[in-house]
């Protein structure tokens, strides 16, 4: 059974740092890409981030370029991201999701990915 499970949002203070967790099972992690996106309330879902079948070739938004780093972890079946300098534009739930045989740019189209986690919230206050 193939399952995502997303963790690490919470209350971060403007200029701190989250790791994004996406723990994966029910299939090999890096045949799929794995994506990662953003929803704010009141606001259409975003791409951030995502880390491409085989090669592991990545992708970022602009919104996050620079301060946030995505990683795959075979052996654990995970994928992170890392997200810095969190700004008050970040706030949102963050979901995880798997394409099957997908590339980096397979995050810029919802439909090609398979499966998703549930996400995880990130609030940016001080």
């Known amino acids: 059974q193939v399952e995502l499970v997303d963790s690490g949002g919470g209350l971060v203070q403007p200029g701190g740092s989250l790791r994004l967790a996406c723990a994966t099972s029910?299939?090999?992690?890096?045949?799929?890409?794995i994506g990662w996106f953003r929803q704010a309330p009141g606001k259409e879902r975003e791409a951030v981030s995502c880390?491409?079948?085989?090669?592991?070739?990545?992708y970022y938004a602009d919104s996050v370029k620079d301060r946030s780093t995505i990683s795959r972890d075979i052996g654990k079946s995970k994928v992170d991201l890392q997200l810095n300098n969190l700004t008050p534009e970040d706030p949102a739930f963050y979901y995880c999701?798997?394409?099957?045989?997908?590339?980096?740019?397979?995050?810029?189209?919802?439909?090609?990915?398979?499966?998703w986690g549930k996400g995880t919230l990130v609030t940016v206050s001080s």
């Open positions: 029910g299939f090999t992690v890096d045949d799929y890409a």
């Open positions: 880390i491409g079948a085989g090669d592991g070739d990545t």
């Open positions: 999701a798997a394409a099957r045989g997908g590339t980096k740019w397979s995050v810029l189209y919802y439909s090609a990915m398979d499966y």
